[in-house]
């Protein structure tokens, strides 16, 4: 089975320049996470969706970030304009049934803003 | 406040010898566990977990838990570090679930010959 794929690993942007991020779960997962990593710090939630829903977006800063899940399987997380403090891994993660109680995690982006 | 608290920033064991990652919470009540491992470049793999239940947990690549309430704690153990245990640790808690997961800061393991 295939994991979370993210695309691209690694980019680089000068600040005030727009960005996107893909993902793509795995398989049959309906709901789907993208959470951002700061150097020395732990995965935080951006936003979560069930599906084509966003059930959690409390933690996305909506002025310069947007998300969507069409069609309740890829998503494309966007940063307009991508400020310095930008500059982080992002993860994409997938879960599937609740029983199976975990969260995979794709391999990530790393941004960095210039 | 509710956290997570890893106190641990770097850690340095010696190949073969035991680990014991610290990881404590505060949540009022008997939250979902978790630690994860993230490789350099990887993604967080799942090592284990805990809902309830025995306290004990057996995760793959020989890691085990225990969960005490008592202390807020969830503490990771291996009893033989491997070279390719070296990578970072991650303690999460989800005070309502395995859908929305608060991670600690990590802490970074090094292994010497």
């Known amino acids: 089975e295939a994991g979370v794929v993210q695309s691209p690993r690694y980019k680089i942007i000068e600040k005030k320049q727009p960005v996107a991020f893909w993902c793509n779960p795995i398989s049959g997962h309906n709901t789907l996470y993208w959470y951002r990593q700061n150097l020395g710090q732990g995965p935080e939630l951006l936003i979560r969706y069930e599906n084509e829903e966003a059930v959690d977006d409390s933690q996305l800063p909506k002025d310069r970030f947007s998300a969507e899940r069409l069609k309740g399987v890829d998503s494309t997380l966007k940063i307009q304009p991508a400020e310095l403090g930008d500059s982080a891994v992002y993860l994409c993660a997938s879960s599937g049934t609740a029983s199976s109680y975990e969260q995979y995690f794709g391999p990530g982006t790393r941004l960095t803003v210039t | 406040a509710q956290s997570v608290t890893q106190p641990d920033i770097h850690i340095t064991v010696s190949e073969g010898a035991s680990l014991e990652l610290r990881c404590n919470y505060s949540y009022g009540a008997t939250p979902y566990l978790f630690w994860y491992v993230q490789s350099p470049g990887q993604g967080l793999q799942l090592l284990l977990k805990y809902f309830s239940g025995d306290t004990l947990v057996q995760g793959i690549k020989g890691f085990e838990a225990e969960f005490k309430r008592s202390q807020s704690s969830f503490n990771l153990r291996k009893p033989s570090v491997h070279w390719s245990d070296a990578a970072e640790y991650f303690c999460?808690?989800?005070?309502?679930?395995?859908?929305?997961?608060?991670f600690g800061t990590g802490t970074r393991l090094l292994v010497s010959p």
């Open positions: 999460a808690v989800g005070p309502t679930g395995f859908q929305k997961l608060v």
